[in-house]
């Protein structure tokens, strides 16, 4: 595992797909901070909870079931088009386009992806604020996974088979570790993105994976600077 990318094992690539929150807008920009509030205040209705009960069972659902709609789904058999649309009413201003970010995105070679556990209006959203969504292929989203977040297994397969994605060609950036496991034994490089200065604040304690460090080829604080070093070697 190293913190530097050595661009000569991505000259094979041909696949690139990324994370979408807290990979492809840094994690300081908060954004994700608004639809886990969002989440919880959704929790406390529906269960007419307190705040911190319902954060306690939220974050619960989310270790059990991969993601709070998938808990809430099959514990409460949820609308998942309601959840949806309630967790990302969120305000997208706070995010400051990427140019750089959107530059080594488009001279990638190749196709390139996003691949998220939220709904595709919020990618689209997302990836529009910074200013990059022009230059992705497609959007895979928790609607085209059948609801089945990762890191379930069948959503890579079902990922992988729908656009034809081959591993051994493919790279997967990720901000969670244990979401690289399935992608590593399906021969995918990986890459997880850390916060900014690797800043152990940010990240709490249900997001880390000590346990999926071997999953785990690349370490980067800096997507575009990681992305511009491999462009400029394979271009």
Known sequence: MTTTPDPARFAHVTD??????????PHHSNLFAQIDVKMTAYVGELLTLSRDEARKLQKELYLEYGTTLNGLMKRHGIDPDDFLEKVHDIDYSRL????VLGAAIRQLPGRKFIFTNGDRRHAERTAR??????????IFDIVAAGLNPKP??????RFAELHSVTGHNAVMF????????VPKTLGMTTVLVVPRNF????SE????????????DFVTDDLAGFLTAIVDFVA
């Open 96 to 99: 400051v386009p990427d140019p």
């Open 129 to 138: 604020q910074l200013g990059i969504l022009e230059h992705f292929d497609a």
């Open 199 to 202: 800043e152990p604040t940010f």
């Open 205 to 216: 304690i249900w997001e880390r994976d000590p346990a999926n460090e071997d999953d785990v």
């Open 174 to 181: 990720e901000d969670l570790a244990r979401n690289l496991a």
């Open 152 to 157: 379930e297994r069948q959503t890579y397969e």
């Open 16 to 25: 690139w797909v990324f994370d979408l929150d807290n990979t492809l807008y």
